[in-house]
């Protein structure tokens, strides 16, 4: 639960929202297809991308879509472009993570202690390996960009 930013109720938020400047190149988590790219509801400019164990990552808020509906992207793949669009209050990416139905998005947080699902992740390294480099260089956090400290 969090206070919405916008009418200042109290909501449940089933995401990540990750505050980048508005034309970041966004990418996805792993390889996989697009099952949506277009625009959806309060998360604006939205693609999600389904993985082959049956994850679904959504990003939302994008300024730009960079990706198809039934396209295959991998790991290096530009989706979109970071932006404010939809029910936002300034530019950030939103990251969601569903399997079967479920909401494993906190799984992609590190000292979670959930359960990652598996998959190869963007960077090949460990969850926590991978969120420390990204969130030290100020880097989007779920990315596959090289790291600017190497």
């Known amino acids: 639960m969090r206070i919405d930013p916008i009418d200042g109720k109290t909501r449940y938020h089933n995401g990540i929202d990750i505050a980048i400047s508005e034309g970041t190149p966004v990418t996805p988590v792993a ?3 697009v099952v949506y790219s277009g ?6 400019n939205t693609v999600l991308v389904e993985h082959d164990n049956g994850l679904v990552t959504l990003y939302g808020h994008n300024s730009r879509l960079m990706v198809s509906t039934g396209q295959p992207v991998d790991k290096n793949s530009v989706i979109a472009l970071s932006g404010n669009t939809g029910r936002s209050t300034g530019p950030h990416l939103h990251f969601e993570a569903w399997q079967a ?17 598996k998959l190869q992740l963007a960077s090949g390294k460990a969850r926590a390996q991978f969120h420390k480099e990204i969130m030290a260089d100020g880097s989007i956090l779920f990315t596959n960009l090289p790291s600017s400290t190497h």
């Open 31 to 33: 390889a996989g297809i």
């Open 39 to 44: 625009q959806r509801s309060g998360y604006g």
């Open 101 to 117: 139905g479920v909401n494993v998005t906190p799984a992609f947080l590190p000292d979670s202690g959930a359960q990652l699902p």
